[in-house]
T-cell receptor, first 111, second 114 residues
Framework: AQRVTQPEKLLSVFKGAPVELKCNYS??????LFWYVQYSRQRLQLLLR??SRESIKGFTADLNKGETSFHLKKPFAQEEDSAMYYC?????????????FGQGTRLTINP | DTEVTQTPKHLVMGMTNKKSLKCEQH?????MYWYKQKAKKPPELMFV???????INESVPSRFSPECPNSSLLNLHLHALQPEDSALYLC?????????????FGQGTRLTVV
């Protein structure tokens, strides 16, 4: 069975400080992992996916298969980064895509 | 148009009512999804449609009945719901049901069952 764990429900850092949101997963197949973000009063949207290996809004995430982790990092936090962040694992069930979300981490950036 | 549109935004219904939630996308996506999100919890998958056929039903009670009339529309018919079914219902779509691609989410319908 697939499972995604985000150990921190809440994370608060000061503007300009580094940010790391933790995500660990459990999956027997080849995982595909995503970070989704939900800003206040906005819809859930993709932030980045491990397969593209790109940086979005200064955020990066590296898939570490040995540690089964996909932590989200940003070297210098900005106030507009305050949001709810979900790590998600995509699996194929009966040929169809299933997204399983972690519990989410609410990130607050203090001025 | 890169949006998934859900109507209504809010719905209050009694336990004996029948209502429907609607979802529409015009991105040419062939996979569409219903998720349920309770307060302070992550979205949980309910149903997956691919090419207008039901692919996944996550053991959802029969009082929730999905329907995909065409590739752009997805409905969720509600009947005899319970107060614990109150939640935010999210619709999503993605380009392909087979590839593990980005899912685009609607704003959701906030449902209250009284």
């Amino acid at each position: 069975a697939q499972r995604v764990t985000q150990p921190e429900k809440l994370l608060s850092v000061f503007k300009g400080a580094p940010v790391e949101l933790k995500c660990n997963y459990s999956y027997s197949g080849s995982p595909e992992l995503f970070w989704y973000v939900q800003y206040s009063r906005q819809r859930l949207q993709l932030l980045l996916r491990h397969i593209s290996r790109e940086s979005i809004k200064g955020f990066t995430a590296d898939l570490n298969k040995g540690e089964t982790s996909f932590h989200l990092k940003k070297p210098f936090a900005q106030e507009e980064d305050s949001a709810m962040y979900y790590c998600a694992l995509s699996s194929l069930i009966q040929g169809a895509q299933k997204l399983v979300f972690g519990q989410g981490t609410r990130l607050t950036i203090n001025p | 148009d890169t949006e998934v549109t859900q109507t209504p935004k809010h719905l209050v219904m009694g336990m004996t009512n029948k209502k429907s939630l609607k979802c529409e996308q015009h991105m040419g996506h062939r996979a569409m999804y219903w998720y349920k999100q309770k307060a302070k919890k992550p979205p949980e998958l309910m149903f997956v449609y691919s090419y207008e056929k039901l692919s996944i039903n996550e053991s959802v009670p029969s009082r929730f009945s999905p329907e995909c009339p065409n590739s752009s529309l997805l409905n969720l018919h509600l009947h005899a719901l319970q107060p614990e079914d109150s939640a935010l219902y999210l619709c999503a779509s993605s380009q392909s049901h087979r590839g593990r691609t980005e899912a685009f989410f609607g704003q959701g319908t906030r449902l209250t069952v009284v």
